[in-house]
């Protein structure tokens, strides 16, 4: 009778704690290529999580043995609240069906390991969740770009309310997406639950940090939730006919500034930057593209902040000459366009987005920037037609 008491006092905790397992955020794409793509969502138990892939469809998701990616590092299966699943060997420019699973650790001593409850998107009654790889031969590509939210959710929503998987390749936010970063719970409270939400289960990001994310006690682990395919915030991308160059400004004032508590070491971080940006633009990658943008948070002119000053005296000279189609930047909370050659020793022009305002941009035989208010009323139209000699593909038939 007393070992049984024992057996019981020890399982009940156990089975009290296994309780309540959850999907809490997510699922949303990261770091979309031709190849692979990342699903990260987030748990509030420890689990082991992995995604099951399923080609494109109407046959049910449980029609076969579907193939699963587990979250993983240097052999290990990584088990936590944050799940972060490579989907790698794709195919380029194709649909797929995926669902997420998570199963809960309650716990785990030398070889022995107690898991509790499985949770999963669900694809018994609702459709499951698809993507589509980027591919460098698509003829045509539409996208979206934010910037300075700064977690005004309902902003958001009218901004981005209409996008989905047929009229949107991907969306760019474009910095200040939050104000500070004191605790990571924020950064799905800030804007990620909305954009989940709207599109984000099945149309990709991709993040340019601004100044604002940098900022916060929970801001090193900021990265985290939006891994890139460089491992910084600084990479490259080509979805259809576009090379992306995404460049990460860093803070706005001078390392030393009390502001930043002497935590700051953004010089040396963009000087480092502008080494690889060399290595970028003179790679065939960059020079065969159709057209090249691209995007950083603080733009190189229209003061003379540190950060803005940073930004021209490290980036520009690279950039100049390096057939840049256009620039597009955020920070100012003001819309300005800069035509190529306004700005002294600046060789391409530069786009600055409102706080309240979204771009809606195509890019086929040329590059149509419309810049839209919240309304959907657009307030501006610059059109880029590609410079001589670029190789452009076909315009397809509309």
Known sequence: MRLKFIIFYISFPLLIFSQGM???????????????????WTTNNDALSWVELAPAGDDSFYAAERPRFYDYEHGNKNIGKLHRVTLSGLSPGTEYRYRIFSKEMIGYEGYSVTYGKVVASNVFSQKPYTFKTLNR?????????????HAQNSNLKSMLGSINKSNTDLVIFNGDMISTVNHEEEIFSAFMDTSVDLF??????FYARGNHETRGKASPAFFNYFPTNTGEYYYTFQAGPVFFVVLDSGEDKPDSDIEYSG???FDEYRSRQKTWLESVTSSAEFKDAPFRIVIVHIPPAGSTWHGTKEVA?????TLNNARIDVMLCGHTHDYQFISKGEEKNIDFPILINDDETWLDITVDADIVIRQKDMSGKTL???????????????QPTR
């Open 263 to 265: 935590l700051a070491c």
């Open 313 to 317: 005296d490290k980036f520009v000279s």
């Open 200 to 205: 984000a289960k099945e149309v990709p990001i």
């Open 380 to 394: 501006h139209v610059h059109t880029f037609i590609p410079h001589p000699g670029d190789c452009i593909p076909p």
């Open 137 to 149: 031969k698509k003829e045509r590509l539409a996208f979206k770009v934010v910037n300075d939210i």
């Open 22 to 40: 959850k999907i809490t955020h997510g699922p949303y794409l990261q770091g979309m290529g031709e190849n692979g793509v990342t699903v990260v």
